[in-house]
Nanobody, 123 residues
């Protein structure tokens, strides 16, 4: 497993943009598919998107398509979630996840989770 630490969350106005990052420990980062989930208090965690180990393949939830972009830099052991045109309904804790199998991320059972970073969008 890898250890994951998110950063870059914060408060942004509706219509604004924000990039959150996830730094992973270990020398095997480039062998892991990565992804992002989000959770609002009282609701289940929601899949946002995922990216393959080499960045060639990405997959997004319908709510994230067009406005959100996931990318990675294997040289820096970091994955990014770029969010544009943010809306109040995007307010949530955003979690970084990792798994050797991208499919495990898409079905919600990745092997590693970060502790999350809060994103708040004001109207």
């Amino acid at each position: 497993q890898v250890q994951l630490v998110e950063s870059g969350g914060g408060l942004v106005q509706a219509g604004g943009s924000l990039r959150v990052s996830c730094a992973a420990s270990g020398r095997t980062f480039s062998t892991y598919a990565m992804g992002w989930f989000r959770q609002v208090p009282g609701k289940e965690r929601e899949f946002v998107g995922s990216i393959s180990w080499n960045g060639d393949s990405t997959y997004y939830a319908d709510s994230a398509t067009i406005r959100f972009t996931i990318s990675r830099d294997n040289a820096k052991n970091t994955v990014y979630l770029e969010m544009t045109n943010l809306q109040p309904e995007d307010t949530a804790v955003y979690y970084c996840v990792a798994d050797k199998d991208m499919k495990m991320i898409r079905i919600g059972v990745p092997s590693s989770w970060g502790h999350g970073t809060q994103v708040t969008v004001s109207s």
